[in-house]
């Protein structure tokens, strides 16, 4: 059975840096592109970032370049840093996985496997 587990959220304050995990058990990571996508209370879950399961990274090019996704298959994990945070980037933020790659890497519904969340929080 495949699980994917978030953690690295916390409370934090505008302008400091986070860095999230994704830890995958059941599979081996290196077979899956992982994506992160948020959602803000009473906003729809978006996009973040992604990286493809042949290390081709995307991510939602609105931010400023402050989030990047790298993989560490060997320790089965995949990680998503953001820089310079801001109030607006509160949010639980999830990681799934997923056989595609691409554009397909863009909508949540292409994703099979996701994470419970983990909550950041930045105060002003």
């Known amino acids: 059975q495949v699980q994917l587990v978030e953690s690295g959220g916390g409370l934090v304050q505008a302008g400091e840096s986070l860095r999230l995990s994704c830890a995958m058990s059941?599979?081996?990571?290196?077979?899956?592109?992982v994506g992160w996508f948020r959602q803000a209370p009473g906003k729809e879950r978006g996009f973040v970032a992604a990286i493809s399961w042949t290390g081709s990274a995307i991510s939602d090019d609105s931010e400023e370049g402050r989030f990047s996704v790298s993989r560490d298959n060997a320790r089965n994990t995949v990680y998503l840093q953001i820089n310079t945070l801001k109030p607006e980037d509160t949010a639980v933020y999830y990681c799934?996985?997923?056989?595609?790659?691409?554009?397909?890497?863009?909508?949540?519904?292409?994703?099979?496997?996701w994470g419970q969340g983990t909550q950041v929080t930045v105060s002003s």
């Open positions: 799934a996985a997923t056989d595609r790659t691409g554009i397909h890497l863009l909508s949540a519904p292409n994703y099979k496997y």
């Open positions: 059941g599979q081996n990571i290196r077979s899956y592109s």
